[in-house]
């Protein structure tokens, strides 16, 4: 993972102190989750475009409904199982529907 990202052998590598090997395996994944999240936030950006809402929606409030702006909804376990029961209930009933909530 780190050869491919950073072009480096196996001997650069382990070549490197065990806590620094760490520092970097660290740095690698927060890279990854903001480059997902970049990724997420292109894909919401064409969804918002097409999708029709019943009451307008800006795109910051699109991206935090989705969990995707810069406060992100913290869920206390109670909602995140009403969530989960909700989508279980549309799924299993086979109702595919565009609504965000």
Known sequence: MIQ???????????SRPYARFLQILEAMGQNQAEEA??????????????????TPLTFG???????????????????????A?????RLKGGVATRELL
Do not use: C, N
């Open 37 to 54: 999240k970049s990724r997420m936030i292109d894909g919401a950006w064409i969804a918002w475009q097409t999708a029709h809402f019943e």
């Open 4 to 14: 491919a990202r950073y072009g480096w052998d196996d001997e650069q590598v382990l």
């Open 61 to 83: 409030e699109y991206l935090d409904k989705m969990g995707l702006g810069e406060k992100p909804e913290i869920a206390t376990a109670d909602d995140a199982v009403k969530t």
């Open 85 to 89: 029961e909700s989508v279980l209930s």
